[in-house]
């Protein structure tokens, strides 16, 4: 079946700018995670959505970043006011999350983010 | 606090030797613990897990085993590939965290023929 699918796939901005990106989750998968991926923080956890549960944001790096889930599937991650710092790679990855929660992440293939 | 340490990279190979990538966790609860690999070019793909003490996962001839009392679940393989080129993500998950993982920074393997 389809597996998680990002867009855009790359995205320049200017600094200042404003930025949405998107993630469909894996069918059914009621869990949906993003995460970022840069060269001097590595792989860093920035919100969890579960069901209609409130979100855990505990990893967004500050007030310019926001995210929201639509009918528990479809996922925008936005980036206010982008800063350079902010240029990175944002994954996005879900799970079924059964009981146990140690279910498999799927992640997508990510949106490369360049800010100038 | 949570975190992973794995050993830094790259790490250069020939074909068919035995490779070994340390990966040692704290956790303040019981973690479940993942290999994550990225192909050149590619997303993150889950390479194997192992949710309890003592257990062994296991794929494409990549085995790793979840040691408490040492707190660790190197990663090895018997004979590498060149196929199997591409950056090796250890990392962990606690249930009581929002189900997050928590990755090491990454090891890459560079498998020469």
């Known amino acids: 079946g389809a597996g998680v699918s990002q867009s855009p796939s790359n995205k320049v901005t200017e600094k200042g700018k404003d930025v949405e990106l998107r993630c469909d989750p894996i069918?059914?998968?009621?869990?949906l995670y993003w995460y970022r991926q840069s060269l001097g923080q590595g792989l860093e956890f920035l919100i969890y959505?579960?069901?209609?549960?409130?979100?855990?944001k505990s990893g967004l790096p500050s007030d310019r970043f926001s995210a929201e889930r639509t009918g528990g599937s479809v996922s925008t991650l936005t980036i206010q006011r982008t800063q350079q710092e902010d240029s990175a790679v944002y994954l996005c990855a879900s799970s079924a999350n059964r009981e146990g929660g140690t279910d498999t992440q799927y992640f997508g293939p990510g949106t490369r983010l360049t800010v100038l | 606090g949570n975190s992973v340490t794995q050993m830094e990279g790259p790490v250069t190979l020939s074909e068919e030797a035995f490779l070994t990538i340390n990966c040692t966790y704290t956790?303040?609860?019981?973690?479940?613990l993942f290999w994550y690999v990225q192909y050149p070019g590619e997303g993150l793909q889950l390479l194997l897990k192992a949710t309890k003490a003592d257990d062994k996962g296991s794929n494409k001839g990549f085995e790793a085993t979840y040691r408490k009392e040492t707190t660790s679940f190197h990663l090895e393989k018997g004979s590498v590939q060149v196929s199997d080129s591409a950056v090796y993500f250890c990392?962990?998950?606690?249930?009581?965290?929002?189900?997050?993982?928590?990755f090491g920074s990454g090891t890459r393997l560079l498998v020469r023929p």
């Open positions: 956790a303040t609860g019981y973690p479940s």
């Open positions: 959505f579960q069901g209609n549960s409130a979100p855990d």
């Open positions: 069918s059914g998968h009621t869990a």
């Open positions: 990392a962990l998950l606690l249930m009581d965290s929002s189900y997050k993982l928590i």
